[in-house]
T-cell receptor
Framework: SQQGEEDPQALSIQEGENATMNCSYK?????LQWYRQNSGRGLVHLIL?????REKHSGRLRVTLDTSKKSSSLLITASRAADTASYFC????????????FGTGTRLTIIP | GAVVSQHPSWVICKSGTSVKIECRSL??????MFWYRQFPKQSLMLMAT?????????EQGVEKDKFLINHASLTLSTLTVTSAHPEDSSFYIC?????????????FGPGTRLLVL
């Protein structure tokens, strides 16, 4: 299966600033999910947005989904040093039998 | 929340030996578990889908005789890397879907780092 693309590949910002990551994908989806991965660790599920939703919030996270452009964005507001991690989007394709397709990831570094 | 464990968390083995990695759903039942492989600074690549009580479904390019998967119960799936070689060194991650909820969210294990010498 073809992976989605994320940009930027790497992002460094000052603590307290907002961080925005983008994800593009190629097929029709049931939903799109964002995950965080700390270095050398497993993935932590952050948020899921369904194909009929356009925006979703969870704490400091805001996710948008534009199915016409096949793209999504993850905004982390008021970033903290603990937000330093890699962030992946994953799509649940319509005919994918629950198989997630992961994007290439964005490495986020928060500078204290 | 749903917890998935993996054992071992890391393993070093000699070339030619076999390594078994366990993936357990600790507080929920999972009819489906997924096995991924991740190389350094890269994304997760799905290797296979493990279904309880049936044969695993492998992704294109993944050798089923090399990576043996057994999903013997609703809480346990194992991945055995047979005759491991240095190129099999990687980070292996499993995930599981909760049977009782709509299976949208996959819960990931902490991963197993394999180093083949």
């Amino acid at each position: 299966s073809q992976q989605g693309e994320e940009d930027p590949q790497a992002l460094s910002i000052q603590e307290g600033e907002n961080a925005t990551m983008n994800c593009s994908y190629k097929t029709s989806i049931n939903n799109l999910q964002w995950y965080r991965q700390n270095s050398g660790r497993g993935l932590v599920h952050l948020i899921l947005i369904r194909s009929n939703e356009r925006e979703k919030h969870s704490g400091r996270l805001r996710v948008t989904l534009d199915t016409s452009k096949k793209s999504s964005s993850l905004l982390i507001t008021a970033s903290r040093a603990a937000d330093t991690a890699s962030y992946f989007c994953a799509t649940d394709p319509v005919f994918g039998n629950e198989k997630l397709t992961f994007g290439t990831g964005t490495r986020l570094t928060i500078i204290p | 929340g749903a917890v998935v464990s993996q054992h071992p968390s890391w393993v070093i083995c000699k070339s030619g030996t076999s390594v078994k990695i366990e993936c357990r759903s600790l507080d929920f039942q999972a009819t489906t578990m997924f096995w991924y492989r991740q190389f350094p600074k890269q994304s997760l690549m799905l290797m296979a889908t493990s279904n309880e009580g049936s044969k695993a479904t492998y992704e294109q390019g993944v050798e089923k005789d090399k990576f043996l998967i057994n999903h013997a119960s609703l809480t346990l799936s194992t991945l055995t890397v047979t005759s491991a070689h240095p190129e099999d060194s990687s980070f292996y991650i499993c995930s599981a879907s909760d049977l009782k909820t709509y299976q949208e969210t996959q819960y990931f294990g902490p991963g197993t780092r394999l180093l083949v010498l």
